[in-house]
C-alpha cells in the first residue's frame, strides 16, 4: 500500500570524514531515520503512515469432527472474531478533531451500510495455526484508496475536485509542506485542520482535491524521536543519489517549507495550532497553495503507542460462530 516507505529509512544524518594521500576512507555515520505512526490495541492497530487497519482473531477447533472439519470451522470462527475487532478499531478511527467513525456509525444509516460492508470486505493477510487446533487469522482493510474507509466521508465532507495547476518545473519555492508536532500529544484523524492563532483554517479538507485524498489521505504521518533534527530529513540535503538510482519524489517533494506546531486543537486533539508568521508564509505563497490543494503535507510526531486506550475489544454476541452470523446480527441490533 505504500512503496516509499523503503526509502525512508535512506535519509541518513550522517557525519563523514575522509582522509585522502594513500589512507582508507574512515566513515562514522549516526542514522536517523522516520518511523512509522502506529496506533494499537489488544487485537490489532491502526497504521497511520501506510494507511490500514488492521485486526486479529483466535477460533477455536470444536470438541467433535474429523481434523479436517475441525480445522475449517477454527478458521471460519477465527476470521469472524477478527473482522469483529476491526469494526471495533474501525470505529474508534478519528474522521476529525471532532468525530469518531462511531460517531457517524450511530447517526448515519447511510455511512453505517458502507461501513459494514467495508468490514466484510476485509482481507486476510495473515493466518497461524496453533498446536491445539486452534487458529488465528489477521485481517485488513485500507484507510485509502478506492472504496477505502475514506470514500464515504468524503461526501460528507463535500469534498470537491480543485483546479490544480501544472507541477512547478523550476528549483524554486516550496513543493510542500512538513510540520513538527512532536511534543505536542497530537493524534493522528483523516482530515485534521492547521489552524493559526487566530483559529483561521490553514489547511483544510475544504482546500484539497478529492481525487489526491482518496489516493494518498490528507496528510501522511511520520515519527520521529524527541531530539533529533528534523531538518536533514526532509528536503534537497536528506537524499544522496547515486548514478545508477532513480530517486523516488517524497510527498512533500524536495523543497518543504519546514515549521513548528504550537500546540494541539480540538476535543479529540487532532488539529495544529501554528504560529501567525508561518501562516503569513503559508498564506501568501501561490505555489504552496497548489501543493496544499494536492495534499503535499507531512506531520511528523512522537512514536504512538497505544493511541486507542479504553476501546478494548468486545466479546461475540452470545450464539454467534461465523461471519454470516455476526454481520446479520450486526445489521439487526447495530455495532454497540
Known sequence: MIKRWTLRPLRLLAIVWVCIGGMA???????????????????????WTTGSVQATGLGAPPDKGGPGQARAMAERAAYAVAVRNLLEIVKGVRVDSATLVENYI???????????GFVRGAQTVKKDVQADGGVEITVRVPLWGVDSLITPFLNEKAIG?????????????????VIDARGMGLKPAFFPMVVDENGTVIYGPDMIDRATVEKNGAVQYQTLP???NIS???????????????ALVPREGRRPLKIKGVDKAGALKANILISSDDAKKIRGDAQMGAAL???????????LIAGLEGRLPKPMPEGIHGIEQLLAFLAVHGTD
Do not use: M, W
Not at 505512526?37 to 490489532?44: L, P, Y
Open 25 to 47: 576512507a574512515t566513515a562514522l555515520a549516526e542514522v536517523v531515520a522516520l518511523g512509522q505512526a502506529v496506533e494499537r490495541s489488544g487485537n490489532g492497530e491502526i497504521n
Open 106 to 116: 450511530v447517526t448515519n444509516d447511510v455511512i453505517k451500510t458502507q461501513v459494514s
Open 161 to 177: 475536485s480543485q483546479n490544480l495547476p501544472p507541477e512547478p518545473e523550476s528549483g524554486e519555492g516550496p513543493t510542500g509542506l
Open 226 to 228: 524527541k531530539g533529533a
Open 232 to 246: 536533514s530529513l526532509f528536503g534537497e540535503d536528506a537524499y544522496v543519489i547515486r548514478p545508477v538510482q532513480i
Open 293 to 303: 490543494r494536492r495534499s503535499k503535507v507531512v506531520v511528523v510526531t512522537d512514536p
